[in-house]
């Protein structure tokens, strides 16, 4: 895999209002949310973002409502325009871009899975999972055979006749991945794709979209409310509030080294047993002495403490591909265990 | 002289804003006008009553454009602002005459062919094909035999060619409708500003009453053509099937007109691909009621030749032939409840088969 940029928003910025270039000034030199609102009667949608996202690698956005994420990834394909700022895919800004030039990068370039699905409700399965072919012009005969096997490869094989009502909603976003997966672009965006589907159902999509993309290494950007989601799903990071980037990088770094309060709090409340992974903690110096077993360096430290059955003077060995990379400690577990404090905060408790 | 009391009411007004010059002379009210019949009542009740000036507040008039005019000469009454319209429309009526004759002439045509149609095919071919129609539309056995037992009843009571030519009509104006009220309602859902401009003139067109329709069209037609009475038809109809139209494309998903956006669909293809179909349920809400309202208006248009039930029961009203004209309104409603049902069965079968989750 190699590393390219595929995407790169360069401060950008989104201010939604009656005259949003009139304040953009204001809001470049410092002015926050609260106070554009109150003085100028603007709402701060995004405020100088900068963001990589790497070609084959999935770039998590997350954010509560209201952060500006939704507002973010409509701008990768410009179904919003910014207020200021570029958006560079594969090199070039694509704010320049004519109206028939957007439309090839929308039809070929990039393909986008909704959170409500939005299929279309007078269409087959099929016809939804074509419709990224058909809107290039091809009939039917010719995208029927893509469609099917990316309906087969995403569980819904046999159900190309079915109408979009007579699915379940697990199964209609298993279309709208379909859909996105038979356009055959190099870059997938996902706005909040499972966070309206129950529990167990978002699961197995996220299992399924690991699977996929282990296969077939699209550029992911991928939108989500839910930390537990967005460190399952993700290689590169990006926090967002109020419009502004917090903290971004990889989700082993932020969780250990949270920048803020902010993502402290965040990242009180999971479980970072099953998250962190031996890579993120263990002593890279191949130590000598007793093992008493060996882990992988992708091993979460929840199969590792269940490997110690719990004793807290085991020592392993870390593999990757089976050579020895480092070495672990249970005390070491155990630190990493505790919830990261920032300086101020252990002063006052 | 005592006539003078209600022609110089507003004397003093005139006179006190200093355009008894503009008036024309001092004389107010001239007797360039005849005389009118308040001035008539007035003159005799003052030379009757005798007493007083009859001057008192509580008779005072409200300064209409009659009573100024008896001030003032130079201010027209309200006769002449009803005389300039109409010789304003007499004026313009031949130019109007020369756009809109040919425009409308394959209306005409096709009123008169379809009438033709509709009543020289015997009974038993057209009975069946508009049976065979209804199936087509409804796909429901129960529907096409109410259809088949209404129809059966009106043939029974001999009002089987009065009823063809009420259909007639509906056809050929609900299609026309159709036509044209589907494009403007595309047009408007796309600018806000034509909405703008549009939903006024629907307002008024539906407000109206339907008889003042007639009343500029039988000056700009003659009364024998057909035209006249299917232009007062369609402009009475067409209202809901645009407004529907407009609305139900207004309505459709923005969820779904997104993903549209976001896989690079064309405007066009957005359209016809998408905002049309989603629209459909809507669009054919507006057809049905644009085919009820042409069947009131039918009713309406026989004031000015328009052949069907309408005739019978306007011979009801005229000659007082009290059971012809309930006969042929019983025959209206059956003809109603016909037409509404069998459009409704479609509008169920398209909403069926796009239901939303």
Redesign the interface.
């Given at each position: 895999m190699d590393d390219n940029v595929k995407i790169s928003i360069r401060h950008l910025y989104k201010i939604f209002g009656d005259n949003p270039k009139s304040v953009l000034a204001e809001v470049q030199a410092g002015m926050g949310k609260p106070e554009l609102l109150e003085s100028r009667n603007h709402v701060l949608g995004l405020s100088d973002i900068n963001v990589d996202m790497h070609e084959g690698k999935i770039t998590v956005i997350m954010g509560l409502s209201g952060s500006g994420k939704s507002t973010l990834i409509r701008h990768l394909?410009r179904?919003i325009e910014p207020t200021s700022g570029e958006v560079l895919v594969d090199g070039e800004n694509i704010l320049t871009w004519n109206e028939a030039r957007?439309?090839?990068?929308?039809?070929?370039t990039?393909?986008?899975v909704?959170q409500?699905?939005?299929?279309?409700?007078?269409r087959t399965v099929l016809e939804n999972a074509g419709?990224?072919l058909a809107?290039?012009g091809k009939s039917r005969k010719e995208f029927e055979g893509d469609a099917n096997r990316w309906l087969d490869r995403v569980g819904l094989g046999g159900y190309g006749g079915h109408?979009p009502?007579q699915l379940s909603g697990g199964m209609q976003q298993r279309v709208g991945i379909a859909?996105a997966l038979t356009?055959n672009s190099g870059i997938m965006?996902m706005d909040e794709a499972f966070s309206a589907l129950d529990p167990l159902i978002r699961t197995d999509m996220q299992d399924l979209l690991i699977e996929l993309q282990a296969e077939l290494h699209k550029t992911i950007v991928f939108i989500t409310h839910d930390l537990d989601e967005a460190l399952k799903l993700a290689d590169h990071l990006v926090i967002l509030k109020d419009g502004l980037v917090v903290q971004q990088g990889e989700p082993q770094h932020i969780l250990l080294n949270p920048a803020d309060p902010y993502i402290e709090d965040f990242v009180s409340d999971i479980n970072r047993a099953r998250v962190l992974r031996v890579r993120s903690i263990m002593d890279s110096s191949s130590g000598e002495g007793e093992f008493s077993g060996e882990v992988d360096h992708d091993d979460n430290l929840e199969n590792v403490i269940a490997m110690a059955e719990g004793a807290l003077d085991r020592r392993f060995r870390v593999t990757q591909d089976g050579k020895p990379v480092g070495t672990l400690e249970m005390p070491a577990i155990m630190r990493a265990l505790v919830p990261r404090r920032s300086a101020r905060e252990t002063a006052r408790g | 002289m005592l006539s003078g009391i209600a022609m110089a009411t507003y004397d003093g007004v005139i006179d006190a804003l200093g355009l008894r010059e503009w008036c024309g002379g001092g004389d107010g009210g001239g007797g360039s006008a005849p005389m009118s019949m308040q001035e008539l009542l007035a003159r005799s009740r003052g030379e009757s009553g005798g007493g007083g000036d009859g001057g008192s507040l509580w008779d005072l008039p409200f300064p209409s454009l009659d009573t100024l005019h008896d001030a003032c000469a130079a201010i027209p009454e309200t006769r002449d602002l009803t005389l300039g319209l109409e010789r304003g429309f007499l004026s313009i009526r031949d130019a109007l005459r020369v756009v809109v004759d040919p425009v409308t002439q394959p209306l005409s045509w096709m009123l008169r062919e379809s009438l033709a149609v509709m009543t020289n095919t015997p009974w038993w071919i057209m009975m069946p094909l508009l049976l065979a129609l209804v199936w087509l539309v409804s796909r429901s056995w129960r529907i096409v035999g109410f259809v088949a037992m209404s129809l059966a009843l009106l043939a029974l009571v001999d009002h089987y060619d009065a009823a063809m030519q009420t259909l007639a009509i509906i056809f050929v104006c609900a299609f026309i409708c159709v036509l044209i009220g589907v494009p403007i309602g595309i047009a408007m859902s796309r600018s806000d500003r034509l909405q703008r401009i549009v939903i006024p003139i629907l307002d008024m067109l539906q407000t109206l009453p339907p008889f003042v329709y007639l009343i500029p069209l039988i000056f700009l037609f003659s009364v024998t053509e057909p035209k006249l009475y299917g232009i007062a038809i369609i402009l009475y109809a067409i209202v809901p099937v645009v407004r529907l139209t407009d609305l139900g494309i207004r309505l459709v998903d923005r969820d779904v007109i997104e993903a549209a956006d976001a896989f690079g669909m064309t405007s066009r293809q957005k359209l016809f691909g998408v905002q049309i179909p989603l629209a459909l349920p809507n669009i054919m809400a507006g057809v049905n009621q644009t085919i009820m309202m042409s069947l009131a208006m039918v009713v309406i248009a026989s004031l000015v030749s328009a052949p069907g039930l309408g005739v019978l029961v306007l011979r009801g009203i005229r000659s007082l032939e009290l059971g012809v004209g309930l006969v042929a309104g019983f025959g209206i409603v059956l003809l109603a409840i016909m037409l509404d049902r069998v459009t409704k069965a479609s509008l169920a079968r398209i909403d069926a088969s796009q239901a939303k989750r």
């Amino acid at each position: 895999m190699d590393d390219n940029v595929k995407i790169s928003i360069r401060h950008l910025y989104k201010i939604f209002g009656d005259n949003p270039k009139s304040v953009l000034a204001e809001v470049q030199a410092g002015m926050g949310k609260p106070e554009l609102l109150e003085s100028r009667n603007h709402v701060l949608g995004l405020s100088d973002i900068n963001v990589d996202m790497h070609e084959g690698k999935i770039t998590v956005i997350m954010g509560l409502s209201g952060s500006g994420k939704s507002t973010l990834i409509r701008h990768l394909n410009r179904l919003i325009e910014p207020t200021s700022g570029e958006v560079l895919v594969d090199g070039e800004n694509i704010l320049t871009w004519n109206e028939a030039r957007l439309r090839t990068l929308r039809r070929e370039t990039m393909s986008m899975v909704f959170q409500k699905f939005a299929l279309l409700p007078h269409r087959t399965v099929l016809e939804n999972a074509g419709m990224a072919l058909a809107t290039r012009g091809k009939s039917r005969k010719e995208f029927e055979g893509d469609a099917n096997r990316w309906l087969d490869r995403v569980g819904l094989g046999g159900y190309g006749g079915h109408y979009p009502y007579q699915l379940s909603g697990g199964m209609q976003q298993r279309v709208g991945i379909a859909r996105a997966l038979t356009s055959n672009s190099g870059i997938m965006l996902m706005d909040e794709a499972f966070s309206a589907l129950d529990p167990l159902i978002r699961t197995d999509m996220q299992d399924l979209l690991i699977e996929l993309q282990a296969e077939l290494h699209k550029t992911i950007v991928f939108i989500t409310h839910d930390l537990d989601e967005a460190l399952k799903l993700a290689d590169h990071l990006v926090i967002l509030k109020d419009g502004l980037v917090v903290q971004q990088g990889e989700p082993q770094h932020i969780l250990l080294n949270p920048a803020d309060p902010y993502i402290e709090d965040f990242v009180s409340d999971i479980n970072r047993a099953r998250v962190l992974r031996v890579r993120s903690i263990m002593d890279s110096s191949s130590g000598e002495g007793e093992f008493s077993g060996e882990v992988d360096h992708d091993d979460n430290l929840e199969n590792v403490i269940a490997m110690a059955e719990g004793a807290l003077d085991r020592r392993f060995r870390v593999t990757q591909d089976g050579k020895p990379v480092g070495t672990l400690e249970m005390p070491a577990i155990m630190r990493a265990l505790v919830p990261r404090r920032s300086a101020r905060e252990t002063a006052r408790g | 002289m005592l006539s003078g009391i209600a022609m110089a009411t507003y004397d003093g007004v005139i006179d006190a804003l200093g355009l008894r010059e503009w008036c024309g002379g001092g004389d107010g009210g001239g007797g360039s006008a005849p005389m009118s019949m308040q001035e008539l009542l007035a003159r005799s009740r003052g030379e009757s009553g005798g007493g007083g000036d009859g001057g008192s507040l509580w008779d005072l008039p409200f300064p209409s454009l009659d009573t100024l005019h008896d001030a003032c000469a130079a201010i027209p009454e309200t006769r002449d602002l009803t005389l300039g319209l109409e010789r304003g429309f007499l004026s313009i009526r031949d130019a109007l005459r020369v756009v809109v004759d040919p425009v409308t002439q394959p209306l005409s045509w096709m009123l008169r062919e379809s009438l033709a149609v509709m009543t020289n095919t015997p009974w038993w071919i057209m009975m069946p094909l508009l049976l065979a129609l209804v199936w087509l539309v409804s796909r429901s056995w129960r529907i096409v035999g109410f259809v088949a037992m209404s129809l059966a009843l009106l043939a029974l009571v001999d009002h089987y060619d009065a009823a063809m030519q009420t259909l007639a009509i509906i056809f050929v104006c609900a299609f026309i409708c159709v036509l044209i009220g589907v494009p403007i309602g595309i047009a408007m859902s796309r600018s806000d500003r034509l909405q703008r401009i549009v939903i006024p003139i629907l307002d008024m067109l539906q407000t109206l009453p339907p008889f003042v329709y007639l009343i500029p069209l039988i000056f700009l037609f003659s009364v024998t053509e057909p035209k006249l009475y299917g232009i007062a038809i369609i402009l009475y109809a067409i209202v809901p099937v645009v407004r529907l139209t407009d609305l139900g494309i207004r309505l459709v998903d923005r969820d779904v007109i997104e993903a549209a956006d976001a896989f690079g669909m064309t405007s066009r293809q957005k359209l016809f691909g998408v905002q049309i179909p989603l629209a459909l349920p809507n669009i054919m809400a507006g057809v049905n009621q644009t085919i009820m309202m042409s069947l009131a208006m039918v009713v309406i248009a026989s004031l000015v030749s328009a052949p069907g039930l309408g005739v019978l029961v306007l011979r009801g009203i005229r000659s007082l032939e009290l059971g012809v004209g309930l006969v042929a309104g019983f025959g209206i409603v059956l003809l109603a409840i016909m037409l509404d049902r069998v459009t409704k069965a479609s509008l169920a079968r398209i909403d069926a088969s796009q239901a939303k989750r």
